[in-house]
């Protein structure tokens, strides 16, 4: 069973950088599509970010073009968020979830990223 454990959360200050960490456990990522996820309070959770299994192909969402990018490092298990130009709507707690078909089965518990002076 494939488990995902994300890290790399924190306060962060308006304008700064975090990466987060979506990394695997009890299988190898070699064959998933990751995708990082967000969700603020009271919103809905909203895709941020995905990268397919050989990483050649990656997809943002418009409010995080230009400053998020996603990377991953198969011979780690592990996938990367970096997040620069950060802004108060980007505080949310943010997923990483896997997936081999279209649906994402496999999800990690989360990490808050906060953006605030």
């Known amino acids: ?10 306060l962060v200050q308006p304008g700064g950088s975090t990466r987060l960490s979506c990394a695997a456990s009890g299988g190898t990522l070699d064959y998933y599509a990751i995708g990082w996820f967000r969700q603020a309070p009271g919103k809905e959770r909203e895709g941020v970010s995905c ?12 409010s995080v073009k230009g400053r998020f990018t996603i990377s991953r490092d198969n011979a780690k298990n592990t996938v990367y968020l970096q997040m620069n130009s950060l802004k108060p709507e ?11 078909g279209y ?15």
Not at 1 to 9: A, M, T
Not at 51 to 62: L, M
């Open 90 to 100: 980007d505080t949310a707690v943010y997923y990483c979830a896997g997936r081999l």
């Open 51 to 62: 990268i397919n299994f050989h990483g050649y192909s990656k997809n943002y969402a418009d």
């Open 1 to 10: 069973q494939l488990q995902l454990v994300e890290s790399g959360g924190g």
């Open 103 to 117: 649906e994402y089965h496999y999800w990690g518990q989360g990490t808050q990223v906060t953006v605030s002076s």
